[in-house]
């Protein structure tokens, strides 16, 4: 058996609560039992030392010295009542100072050093039982025996068992009481806490309830405040899962019509080849079906590359990092280069170390910019010039990349402007080989990044590329 | 020429072994990395076509063995994964060029020419860009069959360039390779180097391209410029 606690179970709320607060607790009334108890001694003291002193008094009053020795007429009506109340045992001792004359319980322990005309009280064992002693010390006037300056001692005590007694009783009571006050506080905060904590169990309930498809935000009001934030993150998972489901499906929609599409032209070519008995014939049925392959994979790479910026943008905010543009385009263009020279087009780039960078997804922003500069290149007539700019903003970056081919149809413009997806099957893009998804990635991707495309033909012909991205980390846009 | 082809799909290396056989390679085929090193141990080949996704030793793991182990016969990759990153790993790791598949097979047999040709060249340190040769041994140009006599600057910088086929250089770049060689040199200074070189090859089919922003380029002007 093994005695780690399973780490999913967690400590109760009511219980880590409790942790804090009953040690402090208990440590208080600890703290407060001794200091009461001191004060508690004190008024106990002074209370029955009143009567010890009243005692004296009587006593004092009874004392006389006219036989010439020392006469007290002790006084029992007094001791009776007294003994009565303080349910102890009452001793007393009539002396002088000297010694020479004892009257009462000689064994009583001498008293300390007294002043005339004060009572002192202290505290002494007789017979090692406790006992509380009052002693009074007056001249003796006139002295016995003609002694000079002669004082008498006046000593009664008592057992203090009653006063203990009293003391226990009284610091009993209160033990209890804080020991009650503790327990019903431990079970307030646990009945508190089992309150506090109903709405979180409804929300479980709720939550429990709902069909696994339903990814609607959770309603926060009525939550307690301290709950609030963990709803609302809560919220922002579920509704990430909801725009990358969303997304995925409707790209699943697209990409398995894209992909379907070229197998079935190549299915139908190879049934006309079979066909076919000319081997000219033949051969040009290859030759087309060799141009469709070419296409389709083509495709298959852009719809890869769509379903990972998608991806990335949705899942990788933490991705994005100063990216120096200059250097991005520099690297952009190197790729392409050789493609370009093939067809003697011309690469310029208009940026330099000023530029700067963009806080951005690198990976996104280079397929986003490789795939204006393919179409660029693609479109451009041989001998032509591209030209890539970034140009620096108040609060953006413009990365433009113009060509001089023959721009796109108006009709293109107003759809890739008006956002629909996939505007393929070959009207209005520029060249046969194109699949047309190129625009709809970097759309894609510019959005994906808090930017936008913008795509104008230019007056003196050619496309006018424009990516607009944020020189400042925004908040992911749903793909 | 005597080529191994690296492939674990046995239909794609079958239609591949045919093609390039029809177009006068030899080609012998292994379908794994294993098989692939005891081929390379057994015979000499003149250039390797590997695939990635190889089973049990990946081709890129494949790749890294052979360059640890200093063959530098060269090596075409072939993949289906075609993305920037990837193909940025894989020749920083030593692959000499790249191929997305599916290809055509013209261009795989272009590019298998001019990589051949390449290893070939710097095997003997011999550089050309069509009838520019360069020759390391003797520190040499050579146009046609003329010797091509250049100042130390110009042969300084057209050598940076024909070493560097089809990849541009910046002014800084060049100035950066320089600066062992000449200290007092500025970007102007380069300008006017690229000026003169360009008067000396004005009748060759070379030509040093300015690409405004990214640097100079030689070509070879096949159209007969």
């Known amino acids: 058996m093994s005695a780690r606690p399973n780490p999913l179970q967690g400590r109760p709320l009511w219980r880590t609560l409790a942790l804090w607060m009953v040690p402090t607790l208990l440590f208080t009334m600890v703290m407060g039992l001794i200091l009461s108890m001191q004060s508690l001694r004190e008024v106990a003291d002074s209370a029955y030392d009143r009567s010890l002193r009243g005692a004296i008094r009587a006593i004092d009053l009874r004392i006389s010295t006219e036989s010439g020795g020392l006469g007290v007429e002790l006084p029992y009506p007094l001791f009776e009542s007294f003994q009565a109340t303080a349910d102890g045992e009452i001793l007393f001792r009539v002396s002088t100072d000297d010694g020479l004359v004892q009257i009462g319980d000689s064994l009583l322990p001498p008293p300390p050093p007294l002043t005339t005309g004060q009572v002192v009280f202290y505290d002494a064992l007789y017979y090692d039982r406790p006992i509380r002693v009052a002693a009074y010390m007056r001249p003796l006037d006139p002295p016995l025996y003609g002694a000079e300056g002669q004082n008498l001692i006046i000593e009664i005590a008592e057992t203090t068992e009653s006063r203990e007694a009293f003391l226990r009783t009284v610091i009993t009571r209160t033990v209890l009481r804080d020991l009650a006050a503790l327990a019903s506080a431990t079970l307030l905060l646990a009945v508190g806490v089992h309150a506090g904590l109903r709405p979180l169990r409804a929300l479980r309930d709720r939550l429990d309830r709902r069909a696994s498809d339903d990814l609607r935000q959770l309603d926060p009001s009525g939550l307690p405040r301290e709950v609030q934030p963990l709803v609302q993150s809560v919220n922002r998972l579920v509704d990430r899962h909801r725009i990358q489901g969303e997304a995925q499906r409707r790209f699943i929609e697209d990409a398995s019509h894209q992909l379907k599409t070229p197998l079935a032209v190549l299915r139908a070519q190879i049934d006309r080849g079979l066909q076919l008995q000319d081997p000219a014939d033949l051969h040009a049925v290859l030759r087309a079906m060799r141009e469709i392959t070419d296409r389709s994979s083509r495709l298959t790479s852009q719809l890869l590359a769509l379903a990972l910026a998608r991806n990335s943008a949705l899942w990788s905010s933490a991705a994005a990092e100063p990216v120096d543009v200059a250097t991005l385009l520099d690297g952009v263009v190197r790729l392409h280069l050789a493609e370009a020279r093939k067809r003697r087009i011309l690469l310029e780039v208009e940026a330099d170390a000023h530029t700067g960078s963009l806080h951005t997804t690198e990976a996104l922003l280079f397929e986003a910019v490789s795939n204006l500069l393919q179409n660029a290149i693609t479109a451009s007539p041989p001998g032509g010039t591209v030209t890539l700019t970034a140009a620096r903003g108040v609060d953006d970056m413009a990365i433009s990349i113009r060509d001089g081919g023959p721009g796109l149809s108006q009709d293109l413009l107003r759809r890739l402007g008006s956002g629909q997806r996939f505007n393929l099957s070959g009207n209005g893009v520029r060249n046969p080989s194109s699949t047309g998804l190129g625009l709809n990635i970097v759309q894609e991707i510019a959005r994906a990044l808090g930017g936008r495309l913008d795509l104008s033909n230019r007056p003196e012909g050619g496309l006018d590329a424009v990516l607009h991205l944020p020189a400042e980390p925004s908040g992911l846009k749903a793909a | ?225």
């Open chain 2, 1 to 225: 020429m005597k080529l191994l082809l690296v492939e674990d799909d046995e239909d794609l290396a079958e239609w591949l072994t045919q093609s390039l056989v029809g177009r006068g390679f030899q080609v012998d085929w292994t379908e794994d990395g294993r098989g692939a090193e005891a081929s390379i141990a057994a015979d000499s080949y003149d250039l390797i076509l590997l695939d990635l996704g190889l089973p049990q030793m990946t081709g890129a793991e494949f790749l890294a063995r052979l360059k640890a182990r200093g063959n530098d016969t060269p090596l075409l990759v072939m993949t289906a994964r075609d993305s920037l990153a990837q193909r940025v790993a894989l020749l920083r790791d030593g692959a000499d060029d790249f191929m997305g598949k599916p290809f055509a097979i013209e261009e795989l047999e272009v590019r298998i020419h001019a990589l051949i040709r390449r290893s070939h060249g710097r095997a003997r340190g011999v550089y050309a860009c069509g009838p520019l040769c360069f020759d390391q041994a003797g520190q040499r140009f050579t146009l046609g069959d003329e010797v091509l006599s250049l100042s130390p600057r110009e042969h300084a910088v057209l050598r940076l360039l024909i070493q560097r086929p089809g990849d541009p250089l910046s002014k800084t770049q060049i100035l950066d390779r320089l600066v062992s060689v000449e200290s007092d040199m500025n970007p102007e200074a380069i300008e006017v180097i690229i000026h003169r070189l360009r008067k000396r090859l004005a009748h060759a089919p070379i030509q040093i391209v300015t690409l405004r922003g990214i640097g100079y380029l030689l070509e070879h002007d096949e159209d007969g410029g």
